[in-house]
T-cell receptor, first 114, second 115 residues
Framework: DSGVTQTPKHLITATGQRVTLRCSPR?????VYWYQQSLDQGLQFLIQ???????AKGNILERFSAQQFPDLHSELNLSSLELGDSALYFC?????????????FGPGTRLTVL | AQKVTQAQTEISVVEKEDVTLDCVYE???????LFWYKQPPSGELVFLIR??????QNEISGRYSWNFQKSTSSFNFTITASQVVDSAVYFC????????????FGKGTTLSVSS
């Protein structure tokens, strides 16, 4: 158990809908990262927040947005969902915001868009 | 641009065999970090090791060992006396100054260990 929690574990929804994925980092960690794992694209970095502020952005679609709250938990919002958004979404956390920091991953949320 | 290549898509071995998972990376930075993660059938990503570019010492942890060679840009992972519980997808990842804190992952190697 990494100490990173993600809810829900599974999510099934329809095209065009909006969903929110939630992540709580390990105790003491200030950075939260979101990754998407799909069969065709593999594991891809989406976005990072550090102590409430956006720190880095990867291949995140405009339909997706995230935020980190004062209690350091983070939410990833996915809107106007398409079939291709079906994937495993991971949250990771680390102590700081450096490349040296090890990222510890949560169990993931499996999103299925029908 | 940074890149991580895991050329072995799938490997099948019988218990107690040794197996090496290959990882080749590309980066223009002199300071970078390499990682291995394990994804068992349950789906979570489990951190195994982190190595920085200035430390070329090989590392051993129980049945696991890692061989880092800057000359060939490789960071290979060996499991000695494999066990069924080692069956998983193994990912090699890279972070450098260009990527910042983002991890660049390889496509992964699926290891199947049969009894």
């Amino acid at each position: 158990d990494s100490g990173v929690t993600q809810t829900p574990k599974h999510l099934i929804t329809a095209t065009g809908q909006r969903v929110t994925l939630r992540c709580s980092p390990r105790s003491g960690d200030l950075s939260v990262y979101w990754y998407q794992q799909s069969l065709d694209q593999g594991l891809q970095f989406l976005i990072q927040y550090y102590n409430g502020e956006e720190r880095a952005k990867g291949n995140i679609l405009e339909r997706f947005s995230a935020q980190q709250f004062p209690d350091l938990h983070s939410e990833l919002n996915l809107s106007s969902l398409e079939l291709g958004d079906s994937a495993l979404y991971f949250c990771a956390s680390s102590t700081g915001s450096w490349a040296t920091d090890t990222q510890y991953f949560g169990p993931g949320t499996r999103l299925t868009v029908l | 641009a940074q890149k991580v290549t895991q050329a072995q898509t799938e490997i099948s071995v019988v218990e107690k065999e040794d197996v090496t998972l290959d990882c080749v990376y590309e980066t223009r930075d002199t300071t970078y970090y390499l990682f291995w993660y394990k994804q068992p059938p349950s789906g979570e990503l489990v951190f195994l090791i982190r190595r920085n570019s200035f430390d070329e010492q090989n590392e051993i942890s129980g049945r696991y060992s890692w061989n880092f060679q800057k000359s060939t840009s490789s960071f290979n992972f060996t499991i000695t006396a494999s066990q069924v519980v080692d069956s998983a997808v193994y990912f090699c990842a890279l972070s450098d100054n260009q990527a910042g804190t983002a991890l660049i992952f390889g496509k992964g190697t699926t290891l199947s260990v049969s009894s």
